[in-house]
């Protein structure tokens, strides 16, 4: 069983494409809604979150984790690892190797939660030789792609207005919430290659994780299980049920 964790929908971008590469694994998906959006919490707030998420599948015998939040995969340290006994794949790591195939010179802005650009991760990961990586936090975005709202284009465009100037030739989408707002950012920055770390993370953990089972999907989140549901459905268009764990 793979576990796949995140703070809300937004791993869901990451589930999709490792359903198509392993249709047959059995699947436990973790939302912890409650505490979201992640990434405008302290570093010890999300690591105390991401290790009771971590206990809990332990305790439902996944072997692996497809760790689908930046703001986690940014903060998760040596010391969260050695207290499960799976592995985890981060949206990071493999994110990394596509940043290497840049050209020479690439101009790579990270688009990342508060956290996510504040632990510097992220951005060295990204960072190589004759390239330059510019960071740019997106505070409201995870809650633009979990909720949606009239002025959405707006706010998208006023958050990405300082990083106009930089001229950007790849932009990486540091947060697996974003590649639902993709169509808002690539008519931002226009010819701006998108880089998809959830994408990436799915296909490191497909090629990581063991793939056979009846195809089951389980989804639990920490907060009210309909709404997550109901989003979640449209999202994977198919009729899916949550169940609630305490958070």
Do not use: W
Not at 64 to 79: D, I, M, P, R, Y
Not at 118 to 133: C, D, I, N
Not at 240 to 247: C, G, L, N
Request: hydrophobic share 45%; glycine share 8%.
């Amino acid at each position: 069983m793979i576990g796949v964790f995140d703070s809300g929908i937004g791993g869901l971008s990451a589930l999709a494409p490792l359903e198509a590469l392993l249709p047959r694994a059995d699947v436990l998906y973790y939302a912890d809604t409650a505490f979201l959006p992640l990434g405008e919490k302290s570093d010890a707030q999300i690591l105390a979150r991401l290790s009771r998420a971590f206990a809990f599948f332990e305790r439902e015998g996944v072997n692996g984790v497809l760790l689908a939040c930046g703001t986690a995969s940014s903060l998760l340290t040596k010391k969260c690892k050695e207290n499960f006994a799976f592995p985890v794949v981060n949206i990071i790591s493999p994110t990394r190797a596509v940043a290497k195939s840049l050209p020479k010179g690439t101009r790579v802005l990270l688009l990342g939660t508060p956290a996510t650009i504040r632990s510097g991760v992220f951005a060295s990961a990204l960072a190589r030789q004759e390239s330059t990586v510019f960071s740019l936090p997106c505070p409201r975005f995870v809650c633009l792609a979990e909720r949606g709202t009239p002025h959405a284009s707006r706010v998208i465009r006023k958050t990405l207005a300082p990083a106009r100037a930089l001229a950007p030739d790849a932009v990486v989408l540091g947060c697996t919430h974003f590649p639902f707002l993709k169509e808002e950012i690539a008519a931002f920055f226009g010819s701006a290659r998108l880089i998809d770390p959830a994408a990436c993370a799915a296909a490191a953990a497909a090629s990581q994780f063991d793939g056979n089972g009846g195809g089951e999907r389980r989804f639990f989140t920490t907060g009210e299980p309909l709404p997550f549901a109901k989003r979640a459905s449209c999202i994977l268009r198919r009729e899916i049920k949550a169940e609630r764990i305490t958070p």
